[in-house]
């Protein structure tokens, strides 16, 4: 079936520390890649996509690359601060359907 | 203007009682979601609406019914509510596509807690 296993958190990084967190994927097919982020107490809002392989989403200094040989899309910053603490989900959607990762949860000590 | 929005925000009720719970976006899609968020924050869709039809009906108890009157709106009502309901609602409405990786664009969410 189709899946997504994302590194157990919670994270802890100071500010300006590098972020990575693992995703890897199991799916029929090539699906589409999100990831996601939830402030604490909102809704989900789109971080980044990538429609095909080898696609890199952007967006707020975030990075992921849509591997298809190693079925990953880990998610990078270069350099964190305490506004990105916040959980962290990764998806693939097939059909209509988004699969989500259990969520990592990110926090960022100044 | 908010894109998708949930009414109410909280929902707190007793077990037994029959509840539901709103959505309405503004953003021109044709198709919507629910899903269910539990407390270890794990997200599982439950249901999706293109253009009224039901076109995705997960494992989900007969107790939880969606409606959606027209393609802005999907409500969510739960009869006989159990303490195993409790959980974070979040509505979802994306444009209908064959596979190229649309958005889904989320509500603020709807947090149930049943006593």
């Known amino acids: 079936g189709n899946s997504v296993t994302q590194m157990e958190g919670p994270v802890t990084l100071s500010e300006e520390a590098f972020l990575t967190i693992n995703c890897t994927y199991t799916a029929t097919g090539y699906p589409s890649l999100f990831w996601y982020v939830q402030y604490p107490g909102e809704g989900l809002q789109l971080l980044l996509k990538?429609?095909?392989?080898?696609d890199k989403g952007s967006n707020k200094g975030f990075e992921a690359t849509y591997r298809k040989e190693t079925t990953s899309f880990h998610l990078e910053k270069g350099s964190v601060q305490v506004s990105d603490s916040a959980v962290y989900f990764c998806?693939?959607?097939?059909?209509?359907?988004?699969?989500f990762g259990a969520g990592t949860i990110l926090r960022v000590k100044s | 203007d908010t894109a998708v929005s949930q009414t109410p925000k909280y929902l707190v009720t007793q077990m037994g009682n029959d509840k539901s719970i709103k959505c309405e976006q503004n953003l021109g899609h044709d198709t919507m979601y629910w899903y269910k968020q539990d407390s270890k924050k794990f997200l599982k869709i439950m249901f999706s609406?293109?253009?009224?039809?039901?076109?995705i009906n997960e494992t989900v108890p007969n107790r939880f019914s969606p409606k959606s009157p027209d393609k802005a709106h999907l409500n969510l009502h739960i009869n006989s509510l159990e303490l195993g309901d409790s959980a974070v609602y979040f509505c979802a409405s994306s444009q209908w596509s064959s596979g190229t990786g649309d958005t889904q664009y989320f509500g603020p969410g709807t947090r149930l807690t049943v006593l």
């Open positions: 609406y293109n253009n009224k039809e039901l076109i």
């Open positions: 990538a429609t095909k392989a080898d």
């Open positions: 998806a693939l959607r097939y059909g209509n359907k988004l699969v």
